[in-house]
């Protein structure tokens, strides 16, 4: 009898010790990914800018990064400093490691209307999920939901650097614009009417090479915070920023650059790689992983930020 309630007592223990992860959910968050130029001649040649992270992605549930350039082979550019623009080919990879993409940024709409409808047609056809960009301003502010583990996770993106030309309107696609009345909404609507358990925003925002946060920054990181946001991942200025606590949830104001060339050095060849854990009673915690770009933009693993 007391043999059998050792064994009992041990099962107890080592159930409990496997709950928190068994039942927890990781979520994986990097920053910009730009695939055109040189990352994108790499894919071309089939090599993966990502296998440097194959161990960090294959840990996470869910994985969300930053498309920071248009995917097609349609359009003209339009009259700005730095045009992006891929080639389909990098949808597979992308499908291979993302769970969804924003589309949130000032290079969406780098090539114009058609090739943003054409990258929609493509992402949808291959079943690519995004968010932060859509058919029309009401697809553009729909939260992507995704339900895992038992719970509901709602995602929303924004961008509010210029070209506003970019955003979507009632008769056009293009990208969420980060006004605040629309904002708060849509994360009080992602709560209520989507009955969402965590709610994470994802904002293109700040000024570049700036390693702080800027005052607009905070103020909306807040705001959305007070509308009941759970954690804020927020990217754009190519450098990694500061990290708040606000009312007990965490604000990564910027993860820097993940793929992207052009940097020779400096803070701009540093991102991160940021892994949200939620217990199964919502408790957030969290690691950064940090990537070293090398001399072509491809991430190399460079250790836990400690």
């Known amino acids: 009898m007391q043999r059998i ?13 496997a709950y928190p992860e068994e039942h927890s959910i990781r979520m994986l968050f990097v920053g910009d990914l730009m695939l055109d130029e040189l990352p994108g001649e790499m894919i071309k040649d089939r090599k993966n800018p990502f296998s440097a992270f194959d161990g960090v992605f294959e840990k996470a549930d869910i994985k969300i990064g930053n498309l920071e350039c248009v995917i097609s082979e349609k359009g003209a550019a339009e009259k700005k400093p730095f045009t992006f623009r891929a080639h389909p080919r990098v949808i597979p990879l992308l499908k291979k490691y993302f769970s969804a993409l924003s589309l949130a940024n000032n290079h969406s709409g780098d090539y114009g209307l058609l090739a943003f409808s054409d990258m929609l047609d493509l992402l949808d056809q291959s079943g690519v999920l995004y968010f932060g960009g859509g058919r ?13 583990k038992g719970k509901r996770i709602a995602i929303l993106g924004y961008n509010e650097f210029f070209p506003r030309s970019f955003e979507a309107l009632s008769d ?8 605040d009345d629309y904002v708060t909404f849509d994360i009080q609507r992602a709560k209520t009417e989507y009955k969402a358990d965590i709610v994470i925003v994802y904002p293109h ?9 800027s005052t607009r920054q905070m103020k909306l990181a807040h705001l959305m915070i007070d509308a009941g946001a759970d954690a804020i991942v927020g990217g ?3 450098v990694t920023q ?17 793929v992207f060339n052009g940097f020779e050095e400096g803070d701009a ?14 408790q957030v915690a969290w690691k950064i992983h ?10 190399q693993y460079a250790g836990e930020l400690r």
Do not use: M, Q
């Open 269 to 282: 060849t540093t991102g991160w790689a940021l892994e949200l854990i939620f217990s199964s009673d919502l």
């Open 5 to 17: 309630l050792l064994v009992f007592l041990l099962l107890v223990f080592f159930s409990n010790c």
């Open 236 to 238: 754009h200025p190519h």
């Open 172 to 179: 056009r696609p293009g990208i969420a614009w980060s006004d």
């Open 136 to 148: 029309n301003i009401r697809l553009a502010h729909e939260p992507l939901i995704i339900g895992i």
């Open 290 to 299: 940090v990537a070293k770009l090398d001399k072509n933009g491809i991430p």
């Open 205 to 213: 925002w700040g000024w570049e090479h700036e390693k702080i946060a």
């Open 242 to 258: 500061n990290i708040e606590w606000y009312k007990g949830k965490p604000i990564f104001y910027s993860l820097g650059n993940f």
